[in-house]
Structures are given as C-alpha cells and as structure tokens.
C-alpha cells in the first residue's frame, strides 16, 4: 500500500454535474462510481473522463484566489465536481488518497485546462496552470489551482458538508 501520513482534513463544499461544458451546478447528493458522477457528463468524452478522470477536484480557497485576480468565478465554475475547503493545494500531489464517507479517491493527475474556460476570459488558462505545473513542480504558484482529476477506489454516496480526509500517499 503507502504511507500513513498526518491526518489532513477538510469538508466537501459543493458537488457539481452537468451534461457538458461548464458551469457545473450543485446537487444535494451524489452517487459516485469509478465512472464519475452519475448524472454528469463532458462536452467532449475524448478529452476528458474515463477511469483516470473520473472526478474533478478544486480547492474552494484557490477560487478565492481566482476571483480576487478579478475572474468570475464561483463553486462550479471551472468544472469541477468536488469544491472542497480546507484542503491545501499546494500539498496535493498525485497518488494522495481521501476519503470522505464511503467514498475513496486516488489523485490521479493534474488538470491542463482547456478553451472551455475561455468563457471567464482568455487568460484564465495561464492563471491556473504553467510550464512548471506541467512538468510537475509543486513549488509553483500556479499548483493545484486548475484542480486535481481523481480516480474511484471505492463507491459511495457524498453530499455537501462530507468531511474529506487525506488517508494515504501512495509511494
């Protein structure tokens, strides 16, 4: 398996679906598969899902971050399934686990933002991600703030208010 590591912990701040593209709206509750969310879709299934990108993880404080920046943003924007609090962006690395409820998830890579979110205007895309995010440099400012794609080790139901737990580190 992994590491234990120190008990990192946050809470579930919105979950969002759509039938493709963003925004992705809230819902009250989710069943979450190694598919994704059930009742959500992508504008083009291609690019994006699948086992690997199941689900779309945004830390809420990176979006406060955005939206100070001057972009209008809000839970849901950036088509993310998962607006969390209280998780640190910039400690997320890939094959990190949580768990919230029954629910666990492996971080399985960073998210390269796409033209969809030229819709909050054309520089969003260098605002989120850059060279040394893509190369894998957590030391960037830009880490983490395009989201996390996460795959489904284990089913289950969220909902809003969930506590998330990071539980593991796969090494």
């Known amino acids: ?11 579930i701040v919105q979950i969002n679906i759509s039938p493709g593209g963003v925004p992705k709206r809230p819902v009250a509750e989710a069943e979450v598969t190694p598919e994704g969310i059930r009742g959500d879709s992508w504008a083009n299934p291609q690019i994006h899902g699948g ?7 945004i830390a809420s404080e990176g979006l406060d971050e955005l939206i100070a920046l001057g972009y209008p943003l809000f839970p849901g924007a950036l088509g993310e399934n998962l607006t969390t609090l209280g998780l640190d962006r910039r400690e997320m690395r890939i ?6 409820g029954d629910v666990m998830l492996e971080i399985a890579k960073m998210r390269a933002p796409c033209t969809s979110l030229d819709v909050y205007g054309p520089s969003i895309k260098q605002a ?20 996390f ?23």
């Open 51 to 57: 086992p690997n990108q199941a689900i779309l993880l």
């Open 128 to 147: 989120v991600y850059d060279a040394r995010v893509k190369a894998g440099d957590a030391s960037s400012p830009r880490w983490g703030l395009a989201g």
């Open 149 to 171: 794609y996460a795959r489904v080790l284990r089913s289950g139901f969220l909902r809003p208010k969930d506590i998330i737990e990071l539980v593991d580190q796969v090494v």
């Open 1 to 11: 398996m992994g590491n234990r590591i120190e008990a990192v912990t946050g809470s």
């Open 95 to 100: 094959g990190q686990r949580y768990r919230s």
